[in-house]
T-cell receptor, first 114, second 114 residues
Framework: AQSVSQHNHHVILSEAASLELGCNYS??????LFWYVQYPGQHLQLLLK??????LVKGIKGFEAEFIKSKFSFNLRKPSVQWSDTAEYFC????????????FGRGTSLIVHP | EAQVTQNPRYLITVTGKKLTVTCSQN?????MSWYRQDPGLGLRQIYY???????DKGDVPEGYKVSRKEKRNFPLILESPSPNQTSLYFC?????????????FGSGTRLTVV
């Protein structure tokens, strides 16, 4: 079974700092990858996704993620964070074939100080 | 508006009193899932459904039941709730196995069992 590891459980940054959140997965085959964001008191929303093609994926609100197959990683980045980026971020993996069962990481809580 | 609707948003109940949390989507999605979200544990899948009358257990199915009699509805049933089921619950849906758009999540149901 696949698993997803988000190394940073809590990240605290000042506004304008750069952000990189790690996501590694374990699965031998082809995967589809997602990042979701959950703002305080809200439900999860899709931030970006990777299915195939260009491994550098751009999402909403200036976020991007890079799929590095050799490292089984899909790290989320943003060059300059804002206070409004304070949220919890979840990485998710779905194997391309077989049963459609997504696996979520445990999440990373990001706090951005103004 | 395309959405996943959960009801109720908040629920406080007593141990042993059967309850149902409803979930409905208006996007004709095939896949629907229930998750619970607990601090430090992230999202854990309870049950999922690939289509009408097709349901299967996720990672933490004990103490829960589901049904999928219609495509749009996927209720979560707690026959005899216990305090360890106090949690934040999310329903999610997706169009197909390939999940081109990722999951759409409901707004969540915060359940407290006393």
């Amino acid at each position: 079974a696949q698993s997803v590891s988000q190394h940073n459980h809590h990240v605290i940054l000042s506004e304008a700092a750069s952000l990189e959140l790690g996501c590694n997965y374990s699965y031998g085959g082809t995967v589809n990858l997602f990042w979701y964001v959950q703002y305080p008191g809200q439900h999860l929303q899709l931030l970006l996704k990777y299915f195939s093609g260009d491994p550098l994926v751009k999402g909403i609100k200036g976020f991007e993620a890079e799929f590095i197959k050799s490292k089984f990683s899909f790290n989320l980045r943003k060059p300059s964070v804002q206070w409004s980026d304070t949220a919890e971020y979840f990485c998710a993996v779905i194997p391309s074939g077989g049963s459609y069962i997504p696996t979520f990481g445990r999440g990373t809580s990001l706090i951005v100080h103004p | 508006e395309a959405q996943v609707t959960q009801n109720p948003r908040y629920l406080i109940t007593v141990t042993g009193k059967k309850l149902t949390v409803t979930c409905s989507q208006n996007m004709n999605h095939e896949y629907m899932s229930w998750y619970r979200q607990d601090p430090g544990l992230g999202l854990r899948q309870i049950y999922y459904s690939m289509n009408v009358e097709v349901t299967d257990k996720g990672d933490v199915p004990e103490g829960y039941k589901v049904s999928r009699k219609e495509k749009r509805n996927f209720p979560l049933i707690l026959e005899s709730p216990s305090p360890n089921q106090t949690s934040l619950y999310f329903c999610a849906s997706s169009f197909s196995r390939q999940a081109g758009g990722g999951y759409t999540f409901g707004s969540g149901t915060r359940l407290t069992v006393v």
